[in-house]
């Protein structure tokens, strides 16, 4: 069921995200659903509280990926692939669950037409396109999500994961180029200031300068003859 498989994904993301990709999952009898879902379809092995994600569908889509000379992978090759070499029969939503769990555990992203998309266990629309996410390293993340805080006043998902760095270059560029023209009219007016007072002020002579001149006339004044 399509309600079931929804509270499924949640844990099985939850998993791909902690170290190893082995999460605790709380729930009793979300664990009865997990293993009832995730087990048979080879996603993962759920044991007694633990949630183990298992690498054969991303084993089996690399094979399947090779074997036709490489190229763009979209959710329509991963569901004739999901078939090959013979049909499984999993309803949408579970072959949804695999290739959401497929795109998490490998760092790739959803795009259409080079823009990003989040599908939805309802909604993964064959079109879409799974483009790898390059990940920085957990310093540097860090640094970045403060950044976006402080600068733009954004909060965004502490995980580091290929979703959430893409998210944040998607939301960061969106905030800059709204303060653009702000920035803009700042610069100018500073430079405009800046050769206002310049202008106004390069014949003055500094402080220094004026009391270098006040010395000098005592000691010449010193110097003169009674």
Sequence with gaps: KASVIKKVWPEVQRAIESPGQRGFVQDASTRKLVRAVVNPCQLGQMGET?????????????????????????????RR?????????????????????????TNRRFTLRGGPIEPTIDSVSDELEL????????????????????????????????????????????????KREAVGRLVAQVRDRASRYGAGTACRPSAAARLDRLRLLRERSRRRPP
Aim: cysteine-free; glycine content about 8%.
């Design 50 to 78: 633990h949630l183990l994600i298992e690498p054969h569908w991303q084993s089996r889509f690399a094979q399947s990926h090779a074997r036709e000379g490489g190229g763009p992978i979209t959710v329509g090759k991963l």
């Design 131 to 178: 483009r790898e996410q390059p990940l920085p390293n957990a310093t540097d993340w860090d640094t970045a999500l403060q950044r976006a805080s402080s600068l733009f006043g954004l909060t965004l998902a502490q995980t580091l994961n290929a979703a959430n760095v893409g998210r944040l270059v998607d939301e960061v560029k969106q905030a800059a180029s709204g």
């Design 81 to 105: 692939w999901i078939d090959t070499p013979a049909p499984m029969g999993l309803p949408i939503e579970l072959q949804n669950l695999i290739i959401l769990a497929y795109a998490a555990s």
